[in-house]
């Protein structure tokens, strides 16, 4: 699979062989010292839980601007060490992929999500970087959402009023949207005037898992809803913030100029082919201050040619299937459940 | 007697008709009848013996393998039951509770024995086989000396009982013994923790490759029993693999043993998708702790190091430490504080015993058996007499 980022690439793994001794060590131990990189699927890659087990940084401690951290639902989160560099590149990709979907003018933003969850500083997760992330292309904000996640239709309504005709921006996680949002509305048997508004909805269905809700099921209820009938989902993680993959108008899930991606088998590691299943792997050339450029995810999914899809677009499109399943692991190590 | 589950356990409802304070004999006749019987109905059953380890809990409960357990043991005629004893099992490994279960009936105790919640067919199965012979009237004392328990985790109920009981036995890692080992018991309760242990193997170079091609063969079907059938995940199964003998021969054994390894992985073995990436990721952590790159074999599924410095670092998922010895006792110094097991190919455990243990050496481990017998669990385990611990002794003089 050759790749327009493939030599960006191969200078970020040099880079941070350079500068992290861990995955230096890591690397020199799985992968032959020179073996040709002739594609992606040579490229030595992290299992992206390693950021959630090992501090992995390849800036000196003094550089590190921030440190971003994974929603951590269960377990151990991510730490992403974030420098002045890679912040700006995540800054400025993130701004270039969400001007190419939606245009470059700032519109007033209703995030489906909480105050609480952007200014309570200990509990910096995704959603935080998510909502602080987009927040940038906004010129107005409103959160739709009370502290209970409950849906504050008066707020949103006057907030809608104060913007009159004006193209609004509705960010959040797709669990929320589904239901703290849609759900809520529908409980409630309200309709909001969201015609003139674009959605731009990420991290997951999997907290969707037991409703079986499906992307087309879920652009109908918010056109139902809410008359809003721009609706965007996007891929991506904390592991590689900035690089989304973005939803085109056909459906397809795109990688940026940015990013890449391709699939390998769930047993052996091997790349497979386009359209065929396997965990996703993901590639970004922004990643300066930490070796996340070549993450394996532990999403299931496939990859297919950019020109499958008739929007134009040039990026490898990903589709995603779902999480992998925790490991049934035999044997008598700790197992009192 | 169905299993009882989360709720009925908490309610209480399972302790009618159950003896807590009875204990009886130590082997008594009717307890030797009754796991007998229990052999007999597993090896004739079809399902049954269509699980190997349902069957080879089934050798273990044959009159032949408890004669020999009793007579192992000095007084047999004056032990008796400590009253009711609780068991917990590891929640992975469906049998377990089985062999737990049988080590506190045949020391003459009551038994409440909490399952994996895993619902294993093996499991199931063994549950329904033994209530089969418990409505026999027979064996009626020792149905009210039995209950089959599925609990929460953090069970007041749990708690209560052991609160109470006479004795604990408790399988499962170090997290899960200093959690029971923290709770309140009696001030006579018996406890008997099998914790975390490490085992290895040890090949005689030049006595493996004296085997005969199909002895040769068979080793490795029986190491990928040890190893692979459980992710190599148990206590007992190898990670250190022990090569003795000169240069020139441990070449050629290494060679011999994993290629044969191989066709049976490459046939057989299906390695998780979640812990074959947990295998990438341990093999991070190594070269974390020990501060730089390690020289790594990969070959199908097996991933062989060879440096001594990733000596207690957990290797699982078919990822093994080998280290060349020219001499037995060399593996001393390499055995790690909590070795269990050492498996033996190309040598006899009784050799190998005899040459640790010479000049009043301590071997460092707690079973040498050959090589495929690493999971069979016996009533000596971890270095424990388990039938003398959970029986209490009249001294008669």
Partial sequence: MTSPILNDLIALTEHHRAACKRYAHYCDTLYQKDSPLGSLADLPFLPVRAFKDFDLCSVAEEDVFKVMMSSGTFGARSRIYIDRETAQLQTRTLTAIFGEAFGKTRSPMLVIDSESTVRDRNRFSARTAAVNGFSMMASDRCFALDNDMSLNIPRVAEFLQEHNGKRIFIFGFTFLVWQAFCGALRAKNQKLALKNAFLLHGGGWKKLESEKVSNPQFKAVMADRTGCVDVRNYYGMVEQAGTIFMECPQGSLHASAWSDALVRDIHTHKALPYGKVGLIEVFSTIQKSYPGHALLTEDIGLTRRAFDCPCGHPGTIVEVHGRLPAAEVRGCSDAYN | ?397
């Fill in chain 2, 1 to 397: 007697m169905p299993i009882i589950d989360p709720k009925s356990f908490e309610a209480g409802h399972w302790r009618t008709g159950f003896d807590f304070n009875a204990a009886a004999a130590f082997a008594d006749d009717n307890i030797q009848q009754f796991l007998n019987a229990l052999s007999r109905v597993i090896l004739t059953d079809k399902e049954a013996r269509s699980h190997p380890d349902l069957a080879t809990f089934g050798y273990f409960c044959r009159k032949a393998n408890l004669v020999r357990a009793i007579a192992d043991l000095p007084s047999a005629a004056s032990r008796f039951g400590w009253g009711t004893v609780v068991h917990i099992a590891p929640g992975n490994i469906p049998l377990n509770f089985a062999f737990s279960f049988v080590m506190g009936l045949l020391a003459g105790n009551s038994n409440v024995v909490r399952l994996p919640s895993r619902p294993f067919s093996q499991t199931m199965l063994c549950v329904r086989l033994v209530d089969r012979l418990l409505v026999d009237p027979v064996f009626k004392p020792i149905g009210r000396r039995t209950r089959f328990v599925q609990t929460d985790r953090d069970s007041a109920a749990l708690n209560g009982l052991i609160a109470k009981a006479a004795g604990l036995v408790v399988w499962g890692g170090d997290a899960t013994v200093q959690r029971f080992r923290a709770l309140p018991k009696c001030p006579r309760c018996v406890e008997v923790y099998f914790p975390d242990r490490v085992s290895s193997l040890l090949v005689d170079a030049a006595g493996y490759l004296a085997l005969p091609e199909e002895e040769a063969r068979l080793s490795a079907r029986r190491f990928f029993n040890d190893t692979f059938l459980v992710d190599q995940n148990a206590c007992s199964s190898p990670t250190t693999v022990f090569w003795l003998g000169d240069n020139v021969d441990i070449t050629r054994a290494k060679e011999q043993f994993w290629s044969r390894l191989a066709s049976i992985l490459s046939a057989e073995y299906v390695i998780d998708p979640m812990a074959r990436i947990n295998r990438n990721l341990d093999i991070f952590r190594d070269v974390i702790t020990v501060g730089r790159a390690l020289s790594l074999t990969t070959e199908h599924d097996v991933w062989r190091l060879d440096d001594p410095e990733v000596l207690g670092l957990p290797l699982r998922f078919g990822t093994f430490l080998e280290l060349s010895v020219t001499h037995m006792t060399q593996v001393l110094r390499y055995l790690r504080p909590n070795e269990q097991t050492l498996t033996t190919l190309g040598v006899t455990p009784e050799d190998v015993f005899r040459r640790l243990a010479a000049d009043g050496r301590i071997p460092g481990i707690n079973r040498i058996v050959p090589v495929g017998n690493a999971l069979d669990i016996a009533f000596n385990w971890d270095g424990k007499e388990v039938l003398s611990i959970l029986s209490c002794r009249v001294q008669v003089s």
